[in-house]
């Protein structure tokens, strides 16, 4: 049963699920090898488990989803991952690009572009083409990304309008402007699976006042039953702020 029809029965009244949820996507290296298998077939299905959730979060209603495909630190892995990794989100963006239309569901990739390979770089043009067009569900997915890079990319690009004199006011609202999530609300609820407890420099401007919810299952066992479970967690974190008012 779907949380909120939970609520509605138990008589709590309906929650609306966070709108934004943020995840790092950590065990699937662990995954592969408890069943003998290579890396590679841990991020495939990794993969899997990334199309399961973002299908499910648009189905509950979820807004947004932010995930952790690949950090500026995943370029210390070996070549052969790195690449397998890299055709995996390949073949993700060329899929999206196909049906993002006709499923409404958009993907918009963050993160430093620049090491990325040509392939890759042009797959995101098309895919950002297409996104513009269509409304709806949006699943934004960080590949070769940092928090701290990213905060230190929208300073440079504040100080670049400072110069031409179209910078606006600095506060904290003008400068969330500058950052990828320009336009978007913040992550209400961050998952990370895999049994470690840190953000790992993953939005780290954006999860100031985030809940956090952090799980031993590995990724590519995280399904719509754990997506529940994180859900009902967030629920009862803001029924006890309610509280507390
Ligand atoms: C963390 O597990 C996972 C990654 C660094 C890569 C995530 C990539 C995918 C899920 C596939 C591509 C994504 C999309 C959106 C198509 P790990 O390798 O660190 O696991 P471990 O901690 O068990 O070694």
Redesign the pocket.
């Known amino acids: 049963m779907s949380p909120a029809k939970k609520d509605i029965e138990a008589g709590r009244g309906p929650i609306a699920p966070p709108r934004h949820i943020a995840i790092?996507?950590?065990?699937?290296?662990?995954?592969?090898?408890s069943r003998g298998l290579p890396?590679s077939a841990?991020?495939?299905?990794?993969?899997e488990?990334?199309?399961t959730i973002?299908n499910y979060c648009k189905a509950i209603g979820v807004k947004w989803l932010t995930?952790?495909?690949?950090?500026t630190e995943?370029w210390k892995?070996s070549a052969d991952?790195i690449s397998w990794?890299m055709s995996?989100?390949e073949?993700?963006?060329l899929e999206s690009i196909e049906k993002m239309e006709r499923d409404g569901m958009r993907l918009v990739i963050y993160g430093d572009e620049s090491a990325l390979s040509p392939r890759l770089r042009s797959l995101m043009d098309r895919a950002r083409d297409v996104a513009e067009h269509v409304e709806g569900f949006t699943?934004n997915?960080c590949v070769n990304y940092g928090g701290r890079a990213e905060i230190l990319r929208a300073a440079k690009r504040y100080a670049e309008d400072y110069v031409n004199h179209s910078a606006p006011e600095l506060t904290e609202e003008s400068f969330s402007g500058y950052m990828y999530t320009a336009g978007l609300p913040e992550p209400e609820l961050l998952i990370r699976t895999?049994g470690?407890k840190r953000i790992s420099n993953f939005l780290l401007w954006q999860l100031a006042y985030t809940e956090m919810y952090f799980t031993d299952t590995?990724?590519?066992d995280f399904g719509p039953a754990e997506l529940d479970k994180a859900i009902e967690f967030f629920n009862g974190r803001q029924r006890r702020f309610g509280a507390a008012e």
């Open positions: 790092i996507m950590d065990g699937n290296g662990r995954w592969a090898k890396r841990g991020h495939s299905a990794g993969a488990a990334f199309r973002a995930v952790y495909a690949f950090s995943n892995r991952e990794i995996l989100l073949k993700y963006l699943a997915v895999g470690e590995l990724w590519p």
